[in-house]
């Protein structure tokens, strides 16, 4: 995305939105992606991305999944929809295949888990195919797990709505919070 200086001419710095509600995630991300190069704008929640990307149309955004009270996905449609050429990855200490399948649907380029090393984020925004060689693990994941992905696949479809999520999942509600506690996303 940089123009080269040659001649004299201006120098065109890509702009990267990364919107996390981590203070110290952010300014780690604007250090080192200013070093590459970005033009680095910081948002810690949906309004504020919003505005910002409203203003400055940056080419590139790293959105977090969960961001405080409010859901990254949310934000993430939101951008695609307001600046449709733009990059958007989505990072999240909270993987689960429905969050991934829901991230791509809604025009995310990518879904990288933290920690994640910016050399991947950096190389994920030009990725534009999938990757056949990606490694398969060998452990078949456990009951546990399969159930609470599907749960988390629920709960996306429904918004996040426990009561409604609980309904679909045929559980009373206290039953569902209680295998949310009892299972929490990993971070």
């Given amino acids: 995305m940089s123009i080269q200086n040659s001649g004299g001419r201006r120098t065109v710095r890509p702009k990267m939105l990364v919107v996390d509600d981590d203070e110290a995630f952010r ?17 810690e929640d949906h309004r504020t991305a919003l505005g910002l990307a409203a203003v400055h149309q940056p080419h590139f955004a790293v959105v977090d999944l969960k ?16 600046l449709p050429g733009i990059r958007a990855i989505v990072l999240t200490g909270y993987g689960s295949i429905a969050t991934a399948i829901e991230a791509i649907k809604l025009g995310a380029y990518h879904y990288l888990t933290k ?10 925004f030009d990725r534009s195919e999938g990757d056949p060689t990606v490694s398969v ?3 078949i994941p ?7 992905e599907y749960i988390e696949y629920v709960l996306a479809a429904t918004g996040g709505n426990i009561s409604e999520a ?3 999942l045929g559980l009373h509600r206290q039953s569902l919070q209680r295998k949310l506690r009892k299972y929490p996303p990993r971070r």
């Fill in 27 to 43: 300014e780690a991300m604007e250090l080192e992606f200013t070093d590459r190069g970005y033009h680095v704008l910081l948002a």
């Fill in 67 to 82: 961001l405080g009270g409010e859901r990254g996905l949310e934000v993430l449609k939101d951008l695609v929809e307001r």
């Fill in 115 to 124: 920690p994640c090393d910016p050399d991947d984020i950096e190389s994920a």
């Fill in 137 to 139: 693990p060998d452990k």
């Fill in 142 to 148: 456990s009951l546990a797990r399969h159930e609470r």
């Fill in 166 to 168: 609980a309904r679909r």
